[in-house]
């Protein structure tokens, strides 16, 4: 059974609801599970620019964390040390992320999906990480995949104040696990065997 069309009142108001959530919020915690890799990564964001990427490699546990305009990795329990912020493999979930310049947040992300046409699913609702959510599907009509299909997002927000709990896009899956909790992401107090801010500029 497909979705029906709720129209603009009805899908205009929960994804406007929905920016208007992440908006406001402090912090984040997620799962990115990209459809290109094979690996999931846990990503714990402060708003607006602290963040910490974990991930199970081949190496082991890869770490990177960035507060401000620096950024640091590490591997398993070895050596911090400094790398590019472009390491940072994290969504722009806040205004102000420096990992990514120039990229939409997730509000704006949002907002700009009233524009799409955004339908409610006739099932659920469902539970993701403890939270009941509702799942509403957006589709651009004015563009085509290089498969000759219309771009889909899916949207699972929460039925109490739609915060969003699972965001399906075409290339990844973002899970929601925690929104405001009290994150604490500190750039590390040694860095290939100096302190932190002997490296600053």
Known sequence: ???FLVG???????????????????SVRMQVQ???????RSVEIVCPDRVRVTADTTSGRLEIVAVGQQAF?????????KVPLSFVN??????????????????????????LQVSEEPVGPRQVNGVACQDWEAVDRRSATPAGGRPRFRL???????RPM???????????AEWNADL???APSMVTGEPASATAP
Not at 166 to 176: G, M, N, R, V
């Open 34 to 40: 990209d459809r290109s890799a094979g690996a999931e």
């Open 73 to 81: 990795g590490r591997t398993g329990d070895g050596a911090w040390i």
């Open 156 to 162: 699972c927000l929460g039925t109490a104040d739609k």
């Open 90 to 115: 994290a969504p722009a979930i806040c205004a102000g992320a420096t990992w990514r310049p120039g990229a939409p947040d997730l509000a704006t992300f949002l907002r700009a999906m009233m524009n």
């Open 166 to 176: 699972q965001i399906t896009l075409p290339d990844a899956t973002w899970t929601f």
């Open 1 to 3: 059974m497909g979705a």
């Open 184 to 186: 604490a992401i500190e």
């Open 8 to 26: 603009a009142c009805g899908g205009e108001r929960a994804v406007n609801r929905a920016a208007d959530f992440v908006r406001a919020a402090r």
